[in-house]
């Protein structure tokens, strides 16, 4: 039986590592689905084996619970608008510190360890992503970037050489005055699946998908298009956190990404299931 089983689940991936050979896929990890060891293990495993079978993984990360705690340590509130941080100098300061210092070494040591190859970027590197300064429905939020170009070449490169980029949620300022900007992570990936021409974009986050109601798993919407997602959004039903992950998916996909994905990533190898199963188990949007 359990070989049975097995048979059966390689000849239902067949048909997606087909289709996706080659493709450039562009995944967000963050949220709480980061804190975990061992659950950071099987998302590294599962990109490993997505490079080994011929796609071309692109990793971008957030580190939203790793920023709090350092901000937690240091006596400092933590502040949100609509979801997204405010930013102040000295909160810039620590997100740089956290992400590009700390969340994205500590990935690419974990690839290293389990037998892959990565190399770790942020937004100054090779001029990788250029913003200018964000405001939320004209509310002010701080030192929160608005990415206007991304830069393809050095991620290009690492990938045609059998390498998979981790990048970092973090922007050059697109003015005089130099310096960073905090970027929403889920932003940051549509950006990159975007300018990177993915086939997909999959956002690993702490939740089910998009659920009617957050507290019923059975609410979970398997399959939305555009248009219901925009009006999920006018209803409330996507609100807070979930608002620029679902924003993010639907600029990648007016701009030529053909589905994008938010699964949880707390869920073992959730990330294989989505891509190389018929059922999946996130909110798909096309």
């Known amino acids: 039986m359990d ?41 590294i495993q599962d990109l490993i084996l997505m490079q080994q079978v011929g ?31 405010y930013t102040d100098d000295e909160t810039m300061e620590i997100v740089q510190m956290v992400l590009a210092g700390k969340v994205n070494k500590d990935l690419v040591e974990l690839f290293s360890r389990m037998g892959g190859k990565a190399v770790g970027l942020c937004g100054s590197d090779g001029g990788l992503f250029m913003a200018n300064r964000f ?3 004209g509310q002010d939020l701080g ?5 206007q170009s ?4 050095l991620l290009r490169t690492l990938l045609d050489n059998g ?16 310096g960073f900007y905090n970027v929403n992570a889920d932003t940051a990936a549509g950006a990159l699946a975007i300018a990177l021409k993915a086939e997909k974009l ?18 979970l919407i398997r399959e939305m298009d555009v248009q219901m997602a925009k009006s999920l959004i006018k209803r409330g039903v996507i609100k807070a956190g979930m608002i620029p992950k679902v924003e993010g998916c639907l600029q990648a996909l007016a701009k030529g990404v053909s589905a994008a994905h938010i699964v949880d990533g707390r869920s073992p190898h959730s990330l294989l299931v989505e891509l190389f199963t018929d059922t999946g188990m996130g909110t798909m949007i096309r």
Do not use: C, W
């Open 3 to 43: 070989e049975q089983f097995n048979a059966d689940v390689l000849i239902e991936a067949l048909p997606y590592l087909r289709r996706f050979s080659g493709k450039i896929i562009v995944i967000k990890y963050g949220g709480a689905a980061m804190i975990n060891e061992g659950v950071r293990q099987s998302v």
């Open 55 to 85: 796609m071309r993984p692109v990793l971008v990360h957030g580190g939203g619970p790793e920023i709090d705690r350092m901000l937690k340590k240091l006596n400092k509130e933590s502040l949100f608008v609509e979801g997204l941080r």
């Open 135 to 137: 405001r939320k429905n």
């Open 143 to 147: 030192l929160v970037g608005d990415i």
């Open 150 to 153: 991304v830069n393809t070449e």
């Open 163 to 178: 390498i998979i980029p981790v990048v970092a949620s973090i922007a050059l300022r697109n003015d005089e005055e130099g």
């Open 202 to 219: 999959i956002l690993l986050t702490d939740v089910p998908g998009v659920m009617e109601d957050k507290s019923d798993l059975e609410t």
